[in-house]
């Protein structure tokens, strides 16, 4: 079970999802601020389980117990950073996700939660294209990211990261007969809060930076009781 708190009543709640079922990359919380265009989502992804990127599936996978109390994997915090900002750094990814540009941010945390439970907090910046990105060469042979649409304003993206047991259960058939029953698997999973919204509302008279800041400290996560 998650938990996060949005102060303002202007937040609108699109999408809320509290069980776990399928064992894959789901989105389970979104939510928006139409004032200021910001924006709140949170993704749980079981480690291994996104193939769509193979480089990008392998360094998610490292990050297994780098969260846990006991520090099973000593993963240094900016190490883990890397590993969540892969997309940054690759244009293949950068074009999947239309990005024209990306640069890191400042932010760079780590807190234990309830436990000892280990949250990292950090941010980048995009600028995105309301169309499809590609690779364009210029005739000296440099590439530059081609927008097939608009490029949006400077986008700021307040990350919460914290990977732990994920009780997922099905009711698909678990007996010989064919009858069903509760069939439940843990797996180590990423859970990724994502508060967004553009850089010029962060700290204009909107003010919606301080609002997403608190939303980032306000989250944390239960983990699935192991037997």
Known sequence: AFSLELKSPSWKVKKEVREAIRVRREQLFEATEAKTGAT???????LGADRKYQSARERIFEL??????????????????????????????RRSKRWVAAKRGDQAEEANGPGGQRYVYFDYDVQECTGGVTEFKREDGSAIEDCDGKVLPWRRHLIVATVLPTKYTSMRSSYLDGSKGLNSRIFESLWLLDA??????IDGKAGIGAELASVTRSFSVQPAAIP
């Open 196 to 201: 967004s919204a553009p850089v010029k509302k």
């Open 64 to 93: 297994a117990g780098a969260f846990d109390p006991q520090r099973k994997n000593d993963l240094p915090l900016d190490e883990i950073i890397k590993i969540l900002t892969v997309s940054l750094q690759d244009p293949q990814l």
């Open 40 to 46: 709140v989502t949170l993704t749980r992804t079981p």
